[in-house]
């Protein structure tokens, strides 16, 4: 079990107060939690379960901190499971939700001046000597990368996985469910048939896609730097750290609010907890915070981009996700060509136009940090507009490998088509969402800006015949998706009704208190208080 956050610090680890200072004499390391923010915070399993755990703490050797590492320490007796001596252990309580990780002992953690041997502090990037002496090994510490790229792989996944989730849910219970726009008393008109719903409906669909595809992208990355960390070749980890950062935090805020989304899809049946969406939102939401929070995280992908951009005159070419930085010059000049709505279905125009959207706002926000003295100043200065210029890369990242997809043979007749008409949707939804970048830095004009959701109206149409297919594509079992709204025969309003009569309130018909409180109101016989 990992005991890394603290009450007072999560995202700057290099903050964490938690002390482990060495002393020679006894060849041991005094853990302390010298201030009440110092206390471990979290960590899942702490709480109850674990008995032993591995402390991120400050290094400290003959008065000198040396940042801060990682030692393997024993909370309870192996014996009785009572915290050892010097040790206070905890559950942090109650979280988001009446389910969710509420099953989870999410815990806090003290010291009180614990001694524990030399030999459990993690040595194999740094160590310290039985005299107190601390050494870096030769091991490249870069190497801790290639376990980051692999986290942030898997949350990445997990986003398409979720999100797909959702969107089966909404898509089949829009689909089922009717309202309105009876004509001579025939059957009312499904929602999902309204466009209001598909508007909604089919970019988070595409979502799914998009992300599943740059899901497996990643795992071609994670692969690619394994590979190139065993042959000391460090040359693309900065590319590789921001890119999946962007990513992990892009993808996680885009499935949180999308699941939400979904439930409100849904109508008033998605707030019953049946439906299955309100546990899926309360389980995923902790994903934007933990393994980096994803401003911070969007923050580094800008520092990285800031950086990139600076070093174009150097002759440094751009590498990998930032490639097209490499042609900023053709990106700051070119003008998008669209002239009819059906122009914005062909790969080459939308992708340019992400490209130069990029690439200029990035630009923009290096030219405005030119002008400060201090550039941490300017950073904090421009970190609103730090964070969009992220975001657009990462965008730029998924609409790209969606592209690259769909430049492969895909089986099974008609696939390929109906994954470029989702391609097109989720490119020209960002679009769409995004317009006002895309005008304000002459990307487009607002006439193309138009003409592209006209396409996007028309897109929408194309997708309605086959959105079931699409979400029943995911091979969910009803089990799984643990919803009655997204149930697989579409028999939700009977399933409704028997799931209603399992509520342990219907176990009765006269609820308790009834005679005590209701009763006599209803027979007036309340006494009135005299004043």
């Known amino acids: ?279 899926l939102f309360a389980v995923y939401i902790p994903t934007c915070t933990y393994e980096g929070d994803n401003v911070v995280l969007l923050l580094q992908v800008a520092r990285f981009l800031m950086k990139t951009v600076s070093q174009l005159g150097s002759g440094k070419k751009p590498v990998g996700t930032t490639a097209y930085i490499g042609r900023a010059e053709h990106l700051m000049q070119c003008c998008c060509e669209v002239e009819m709505a059906e122009d914005w279905i062909k790969p080459s125009v939308i992708l340019e136009a992400f490209e130069a959207r990029a690439v200029r706002m990035s630009v923009s926000c290096a030219k405005s940090l030119e002008k400060f003295s201090n550039p941490e100043d300017g950073f904090a200065e421009l970190s609103a507009d730090l964070l969009e210029a992220a975001l657009a890369h990462c965008q730029l990242i998924v609409v790209s490998k969606f592209l690259e997809k769909l430049q492969h043979d895909i089986p099974g007749k008609g696939v390929k088509r109906q994954l470029e008409i989702l391609c097109n949707v989720y490119a020209l939804h960002l679009l769409h969402k995004h317009l006002g970048d895309f005008i304000a830095t002459g990307c487009i004009t607002p006439k193309q800006g138009a003409l592209a959701n006209e396409q996007l109206r028309l897109l929408y149409a194309q997708v309605r015949p086959n959105a079931i297919a699409l979400v029943d594509s995911f091979n969910y079992t009803d089990h799984y998706l643990g919803s009655i709204l997204g149930c697989y025969d579409g028999n939700v309003y009977q399933k409704l009704y028997q799931e209603a009569w399992k509520d342990p309130l219907n176990e009765t018909v006269v609820p308790d208190g009834y005679l005590e409180y209701i009763r006599p109101i209803l027979k007036q016989h309340i006494r009135t208080a005299r004043l």
């Not at 008995?51 to 703490?57: D, E, G, P, S």
């Not at 393997?72 to 988001?96: A, E, N, W």
Request: net charge neutral.
């Open 1 to 279: 079990m990992l005991c890394t956050t603290e009450l007072g610090h999560g995202s700057n680890v290099q903050g964490l107060e938690t002390t482990a200072t060495f002393d020679p004499q006894t060849g041991e390391f005094d853990i302390h939690s010298p201030t009440l923010t110092s206390s471990k915070w979290w960590p899942g399993g702490l709480g109850k379960v674990s008995t032993h755990a591995v402390v991120y703490a400050r290094l400290i050797t003959g008065g000198q901190d040396h940042g801060v590492h990682g030692f393997i320490v024993q909370l309870r007796s192996l014996d009785d499971h009572l915290p050892l001596p010097g040790i206070t252990v905890g559950d942090i309580g109650m979280k988001f939700g009446s389910g969710a990780y509420n099953s989870m002992d999410n815990g806090l953690l003290r010291f009180d001046h614990l001694r524990i041997p030399r030999n459990q502090m993690l040595m194999r990037v740094s160590q310290v000597t039985k005299e107190g002496k601390f050494v870096q090994s030769d091991v490249p510490r870069q190497l801790v990368y290639g376990t980051m790229v692999y986290v942030r792989q898997t949350i990445v996944s997990d986003a398409s996985r979720a999100l797909a989730r959702a969107v089966c849910i909404a898509t089949r219970y829009s689909a089922v469910r009717r309202q309105f726009g009876s004509q001579n008393g025939g059957p009312e008109t499904q929602v999902i048939d309204y466009k209001t719903q598909q508007s909604r409906l089919f970019p988070l669909l595409a979502s799914a896609y998009a992300f599943r595809f740059v899901g497996e992208w990643l795992k071609w990355l994670y692969t690619d730097v394994t590979q190139r960390l065993q042959a000391n070749d460090f040359s693309t980890l900065p590319e590789a750290h921001a890119c999946t950062a962007g990513l992990k935090s892009m993808t996680t805020s885009v499935t949180a609010d999308a699941i939400e989304e979904c439930r409100k899809l849904c109508g008033g049946h998605g707030y019953l907890s049946n439906s299955g969406l309100p546990e």
